[in-house]
Nanobody, 121 residues
Framework: QVQLVDSGGGSVQAGGSLKLSCLAS???????VGWFRQAPGKEREFVAS????????YYAESVKGRFTISEDTRKNTVYLQMNSLKAEDTAVYYC???????????????WGQGTQVTVSS
């Protein structure tokens, strides 16, 4: 079994920054990690993903240039650095992991509990 704990959310003003963390435990292989977000009344949206080796990253067009996904394999932790936050970034952010890197939520079998990010304008 794999367990993910995501954290780091909070409330910030537009233009501010937050750094989210996703701690993984019980890993049996080098899984990829994705970040997704879900705003009220909307479906989960892909944000970013990284291979566990860290050599391949993907970003949603809406966050390119503002968000950076990274990893610390020694800590089994993946981060999402979010800069220049906008009101439309407000959502619950979830990390997810699975055996291969993907842009679609259904391809990730393990999920964190979610952390709220609120950006006020």
């Amino acid at each position: 079994q794999v367990q993910l704990v995501d954290s780091g959310g909070g409330s910030v003003q537009a233009g501010g920054s937050l750094k989210l963390s996703c701690l993984a435990s019980g890993r049996t292989s080098r899984y990829a990690v994705g970040w997704f977000r879900q705003a009220p009344g909307k479906e989960r949206e892909f944000v970013a993903s990284i291979s566990w080796t860290g050599d391949t990253t993907y970003y949603a067009e809406s966050v390119k240039g503002r968000f950076t996904i990274s990893e610390d394999t020694r800590k089994n932790t993946v981060y999402l650095q979010m800069n220049s936050l906008k009101a439309e970034d407000t959502a619950v952010y979830y990390c997810a992991t699975g055996p291969r890197q993907a842009d679609y939520a259904f391809e990730y079998p393990y999920w964190g509990q979610g952390t709220q990010v609120t950006v006020s304008s």
